[in-house]
């Protein structure tokens, strides 16, 4: 899949688990791995901006494309 999500960079750059972000961003900690695991087809913008609020980034930050 091109596009990349990078929850675990991040997660990692703030020492958070990801039990700690799932309860913040009001996600639970199954679906955070189907994120992390690149198994979601699609993400609302409302829990885009709910991880950047929590985590303090942009949405570049956990989203890269990547060519095949």
Do not use: H, Y
């Not at 958070?16 to 791995?33: D, I, K, Q, Y």
């Not at 993400?43 to 901006?49: D, I």
């Not at 930050?61 to 095949?68: Q, Y």
């Amino acid at each position: 899949m091109p596009i990349v999500v990078r929850i675990d960079v991040e997660l990692a750059k703030r020492k958070m688990s990801v039990g700690e972000f799932a309860e913040r961003v009001g996600l639970t900690p199954a679906n955070v791995a189907v994120l992390k695991n690149g198994r979601a087809k699609a993400v609302r913008f409302s829990t885009l901006e709910a991880m950047c609020r929590v985590l303090g980034c942009q949405p570049g930050d956990l989203l890269e494309w990547v060519e095949d």
